[in-house]
């Protein structure tokens, strides 16, 4: 389950570093390399907490089977894709495929384990995102440089790691499902999509095509859509019908302040990834194998905290672990951003590792402990949905990162130059960390140790 739930973090981050090469060999252009990387995300988020609700109906570990054979064949598109449109095509397939998936590792944890079995398993799976997260660029920049086959790689790898989580999903996981499962909400469906897709599909798209008229209408309809799944499922719920975002699942104090956490942190993280790439191979004229192994120390140190998470918070406190680590990862982000600014000439992949060993350990120390938060106090007969909101929260804010930050970055990089669009971008993130920090104080006492 663990692999399963590693792919889609893998590919939502290992194709930041090979988007050179991409435009290089399919000459692709801004506008289409934003939908390689926001097409796959869009996807991914819209489709969610449906897949959740579908593990919840027709048994998770055959929707787990399902979605990973289908995650390998679409990445298998992606790596032999003739031309740019044919990729893009490819990566919002790819990101269907991982809705149908992720949500059932979640879910099958939460189903089939309790106490310490269970808090070991939401620890493994939340410190597996993380470092996935960042070796998703390494192994990419590595790929990219040593592979004949170049950035094909990055998605053709995907093809043996499928195989072996089919082939141990099929000996060793259990088959689960709700015991009262209930029909898709069709309008709570709609309305959620119609909401991420006119948010995101704009905020992605829009700098690249020179903000036409679509951009704009398609932002008008997201408050009218947002506001109308809100009532929707209240109503929903009101007629003891199964919404497809339960509103009494948001009144748990736990689940709410967690995902209220999640969001400026996502958006912050997902920004810097693809923010950080840029600068390393565009503005500091780095190889793919360099600007990956650039991360390394963020890789360490995230396992690192993630590990040791556990026991500190079993010590001072689940709440106050968190609010350090966002402390410590706004620490790391100055670090970096001070490093850019004034060392900018001749600055190497090694000058930044101070600084990025310091972010990743602060990530490291907030985010699993958030995940268990959430995580923890989802009813078993939610596990499906709540897993789904959750990995939809995490995957929408990244997206919205890229599509803010990374925006926000390449519009200023032309005029006022890299060091600087970099200062200015990095200082809108530390807004957003420390959003992540006041949030912190709001999680309720004692949880997740």
Excluded at 54 to 65: A, I
Excluded at 85 to 93: F, H, K, S
Excluded at 206 to 225: D, E, H, I, M, N
Excluded at 264 to 274: D, K, T, V
Aim: glycine share 12%.
């Amino acid at each position: 389950m663990l692999l399963g739930a590693a792919l889609p973090f893998l590919d939502f981050f290992i194709v930041n570093v090979a988007l050179p090469t991409i435009d290089h060999d399919l000459d692709a252009g801004p506008a289409v390399l934003e939908m390689v990387v926001g097409g796959y995300g869009v996807a991914y988020a819209v489709l969610l907490v449906l897949g959740g609700r579908l593990g919840d109906m027709v048994g998770r570990r055959r929707l787990f089977l399902w979605g990973t054979a289908a995650f390998g064949v679409t990445s298998v598109a992606c790596g032999l894709a003739p031309d740019a449109w044919t990729l893009v095509v490819a990566r919002i397939a790819q990101g269907a495929s991982a809705a149908l998936m992720l949500p059932q590792v979640l879910a099958t944890i939460q189903a089939t384990t309790h106490g310490a079995a269970r808090t070991r398993a939401l620890s493994l799976y939340s410190g597996t995102a993380g470092v996935v997260s960042a070796v998703g660029q390494v192994l990419g920049g590595v790929l990219v440089s040593v592979d004949a086959l170049g950035w094909r790689s990055i998605f053709l790898i995907n093809a043996p790691i499928v195989a072996v989580a089919l082939l141990l999903a099929v000996r060793s996981v259990p088959e689960t499902r709700s015991d009262r499962p209930t029909g898709v909400d069709g309008w709570g469906t709609v309305l959620l999509s119609l909401s991420l897709v006119s948010l995101l599909v704009p905020l992605t798209e829009g700098r690249a095509t020179g903000w036409p008229l679509w951009s704009w209408l398609l932002l008008a309809v997201f408050p009218c859509a947002a506001v109308a799944f809100v009532l929707v499922e209240r109503r929903e719920e009101r007629a003891g019908r199964t919404p497809l975002v339960p509103p009494s699942l948001l009144r748990v104090q736990a689940v709410r302040s967690g995902l209220m956490l999640v969001v400026p942190f996502c958006i912050g993280w997902g920004g810097f990834m693809f923010v950080l790439a840029v600068a390393l191979q565009e503005g500091l004229r780095l190889g793919p194998l360099a600007a990956g192994l650039a991360l390394v120390p963020m890789c360490v140190t995230f396992l690192i905290g993630s590990l040791g998470g556990v026991r500190l918070a079993a010590r001072f406190g689940a709440r106050r672990l968190v609010t350090a680590g966002a402390l410590v990862q706004a620490a790391g982000l100055i670090t970096v951003a001070a490093t850019f600014w004034l060392d900018w000439d001749g600055l190497g992949a090694l000058g930044l590792a101070p600084g990025l060993a310091v972010q990743g350990l602060g990530q490291g120390l907030l985010m699993p402990l958030t995940m268990r938060l959430v995580l923890g106090e989802v009813p078993v007969a939610q596990a499906g949905v709540g897993s789904g909101v959750l990995v939809t929260t995490q995957q929408a804010c990244m997206a919205l990162g890229v599509a803010t930050l990374g925006s926000l970055f390449l519009s200023l990089a032309p005029g006022s130059g890299m060091r600087d669009a970099l200062a200015i971008t990095f200082g809108v993130q530390l807004v957003t960390v420390v959003a992540t920090v006041l949030l912190s104080l709001r999680l309720p006492r004692g949880s997740a140790a």
